[in-house]
Every structure is written in structure tokens, then in C-alpha cells.
């Protein structure tokens, strides 16, 4: 990462700037807004779990790290307020879903995440979200923050949405195997397809043509994931932005039917979601590049909250589903306790 993109996000943390910051195979992406009042055609957008776009929030590149201001003031982060889920609260959340997906003829899957809280001291956050991106260069890095959604930052392997050249795509991701595990259980395979289908149907409703590759295994760090791409040829940028916003939440991280889903993850689980499940990316006047909340934590000067989730079925194996969340958790963890021991 450049000196001036280090210095840029070590300043802006400091002095509560709202900035964000990517990984590219390039290098990285940084940008910045100190005023409220300005608007433009680039800049990162921040949709919540349950926000659509029209209430998500914005950070327009006012600046770059070039010409970044200093300031004489401190200001102290957005405290993290999610706490962390016990191992059997979250068991006894998975059989009760479990339960009412047997019991429902409608829903399918819903996706149940659980928050990891975690005492820091003294992370270097330019040093984690540089070893992120090193370590998972097929994924998405990113940090950034604002006064109304925290710090955040992560690495996701899931594109809700990528328009370039007039070319839209999207991705169909779920199941989850360890790194070089030979098959895919059939509870993974059906999984996967809930997401497949949905995603199918609500392209074909909105009248768009488009193409869907064959199935393959994305690798996501230490995990695997079940994939398809789905690709739509679309001249008109404002179009597809509209469709990501109907595909938000993604079956991937609320789960099928949509509404049914997210309508039991928010009697069910007992944390705010806030920015985790939501979408997160660059644009511009011609293109987007925006990818799921997911991989990722929240933090302040003392703690992070580290959130991550399983797709439950009527398959589901609680302790199992568990596991999953403790295999997905490491691509953050293992690296932030190297940064935190140092």
C-alpha cells in the first residue's frame, strides 16, 4: 500500500473524517468527505442489512489522499455496541429455525449470524486491511468509516453487483466446505440452488435477458464456496443499479423466500445487523463495483465485533452450522490476534 494511502487512513480514523478505502490488483483506492453539503459522480456507497439505497449512506470523493486537510481536533470512534452471542443461545436459534422450516411451506433458508466480541489494544488497521488483501487477493478488501455506521472492515468474497463496459454480473454464492475438502454435501448443494433459483426469478420478473454460468467452487480464504454467475448485457447504469437494490439482501445472507426470511432474522436474532448483509463499493459515472458485508467486523479504540453467519435449511446440523461460523470467523481473527500480540 502507498505511504500517502497508509498516512490517509491513519489520519482519517484520528480525526473522525468519513473515508473509505479498497484493495484492487492495482494497489488501493482511497477516498474522503469532510463536508456534508458536497455531492459528485464518485465516491462508496454504504447500504445497511435493512436499508435500501435511498437510505443508505454515501461518502462522495471530496478528497483524495493526496490532498487530504489535517485537523488540530481528535475525535473519538463510534463505540461498538454489539455484544458477543454464547454458543447456546445461537444453538438454540438454529433449532428454532430449523423447526420452522420444516413446519413452513414457504421458507426455505434463513441465514442466522452471531457477533464475536473481542477486547483490542493497539491495532495497526492499515497493517490489517494491507495483510487482508494480501492474504485473499480474490476478494474484496475494504475499510471505512462514517459518524453513523462505525469503523468497519473485512474482505468479502460475494459481488452483489459489478457493471463495467455495459456488462452486469452478479453472483449465486452459498454452502460452505473447509479449503481442499473434495465434495459438497448435499445440504450445501440445495443451499446454494434456493439462491440460484431466486436470484433467476427476480432477474426474469423485472424482463432482463441474461446468461448463468455453470456451477463452480469459489475459494474465500480458508473456506470454499458453491458459485454461479449470472451476467446481463445493459447499456443503462441506472438500471442496474435498481437491480441491485431489488436483489438486496442477497439469499446468501438473509435466505428464501427474501422477505419471509429477513421478516424471522429480525424477531430472531438478538444484535443489530447494522452494516453486516448490507452491500458496500465504488462507482462512478460509468461503472460499479459493490460487494456483500460479509468477512467483516465493527470496532473502536477498545473492541471489535466480528459478525458472521450460516445458512440455515431443514438439513441444518446445529453444531455443524457452528462450526461453519468458526471456520469463516478465522479469515479475520488469525490475523488480527498476529496484529494484536505483536
Not at 470523493?61 to 490532498?67: A, S
Amino acid at each position: 500500500m502507498q505511504e500517502s494511502i497508509k498516512n490517509a487512513i491513519h489520519n482519517s480514523l484520528k480525526f473522525g473524517y468519513s473515508f473509505y478505502a479498497y484493495g484492487t490488483r492495482d494497489g488501493f483506492v482511497f477516498g474522503a468527505q469532510i463536508d456534508d453539503n458536497v455531492t459528485g459522480t464518485t465516491g462508496f456507497r454504504i447500504v445497511p442489512f435493512t436499508e435500501t439505497s435511498a437510505k443508505g449512506i454515501t461518502i462522495f470523493r471530496q478528497y483524495d489522499e493526496t490532498n487530504l486537510p489535517t485537523s488540530s481536533v481528535d475525535k473519538k470512534m463510534k463505540p461498538v455496541a454489539a455484544l458477543s452471542t454464547p454458543k447456546s443461545d445461537y444453538i438454540d436459534c438454529l433449532k428454532g429455525c430449523i423447526s420452522t422450516i420444516k413446519a413452513s411451506t414457504t421458507l426455505r433458508k434463513v441465514v442466522i449470524s452471531r457477533v464475536i466480541n473481542k477486547p483490542i489494544s493497539d491495532v495497526d488497521w492499515v497493517s490489517f486491511v494491507e495483510q487482508l488483501h494480501n492474504n485473499n487477493p480474490d476478494s474484496f478488501t475494504f475499510i471505512y468509516s462514517t459518524p453513523r455506521t462505525g469503523a468497519w472492515i473485512g474482505v468479502s468474497p460475494e459481488i452483489i453487483g459489478d457493471y463495467h463496459n455495459g456488462r452486469f454480473s452478479t453472483m449465486a454464492l452459498a454452502g460452505t466446505r473447509l479449503k481442499g475438502e473434495s465434495t459438497w454435501s448435499a445440504k450445501d448443494i440445495e443451499e446454494q440452488q434456493f439462491v440460484t433459483k431466486y436470484i433467476a426469478e427476480r432477474i426474469k420478473s423485472i424482463g432482463f435477458d441474461f446468461t448463468v454460468s455453470d456451477r463452480f467452487t469459489l475459494p474465500a480464504g480458508n473456506v470454499e464456496h458453491i458459485c454461479n454467475m449470472f451476467t446481463i448485457e445493459e447499456s443503462d447504469i441506472r438500471k442496474m443499479m435498481d437491480l441491485v437494490d431489488i436483489l438486496h439482501p442477497t439469499p446468501a445472507l438473509a435466505g428464501t423466500p427474501k422477505d419471509r426470511a429477513v421478516e424471522y432474522i429480525l424477531a430472531n436474532e438478538r444484535h443489530n445487523r447494522d452494516c453486516y448483509g448490507g452491500y458496500i463499493g465504488p462507482f462512478d459515472e460509468r461503472s460499479f463495483h459493490f460487494a456483500v458485508n460479509l468477512r467483516s467486523l465493527c470496532f473502536d479504540e477498545h473492541t471489535v465485533a466480528v459478525f458472521v453467519g450460516s445458512g440455515i435449511t431443514d438439513k441444518s446440523v446445529p453444531e455443524s452450522e457452528y462450526a461453519e461460523t468458526q471456520a469463516k470467523s478465522e479469515v479475520i481473527l488469525n490475523t488480527l490476534t498476529k496484529l494484536n500480540h505483536k
